[in-house]
């Protein structure tokens, strides 16, 4: 894989999600695993490995950001709780890079599941992420 698309690979997670007015997800430390999977990339190429982190999620914080990445150059365009699915839109620029991402969460007690989709320089990308409340905020 072409090193100059990892940075924009890395703000995939690095955005926030609006408040909820009622309680969404079971607050506290969570344990993501996200694994990438890119359309187009040429035979033989490797997949990227799986990414897992840890982060505090709050019901003012429903989607994951690794901690290590910035969301500079990215705009949130549309935000939306529905039950207990949070959907995002959002549009990047980074280094030249152009990207537009969408994406749900969707909460069920001390589990997750996530999905987004990430078109960037003729590449389609689609991220999985599931999740695990591992207890209460450090």
Not at 39 to 50: H, I
Request: proline share 4%; net charge negative.
């Amino acid at each position: 894989m072409n090193n100059n698309y990892l940075p924009l690979l890395l703000l995939l997670f690095t955005f926030t999600a609006c408040s909820a007015s009622d309680q969404l997800l079971e607050e506290g430390e969570w344990e993501m695993t996200t694994q990438m999977e890119i359309s187009g990339m040429p035979a033989g190429m490797p997949t990227m490995p799986a990414t897992t982190y840890k982060q505090c999620l709050t019901n003012d914080m429903m989607v994951p950001v690794q901690h290590n990445q910035q969301n500079k150059g990215c705009e949130m365009l549309e935000q939306n709780v529905s039950g207990n699915t949070v959907t995002w839109s959002m549009h990047c620029e980074s280094n030249g890079m152009v990207s537009e991402m969408n994406g749900s969460n969707t909460y069920t007690g001390d589990s997750m599941t996530g999905e987004m989709q990430m078109t960037s320089q003729g590449m389609n990308m689609v991220s999985h992420t599931t999740g695990k409340r591992l207890g209460p905020c450090k």
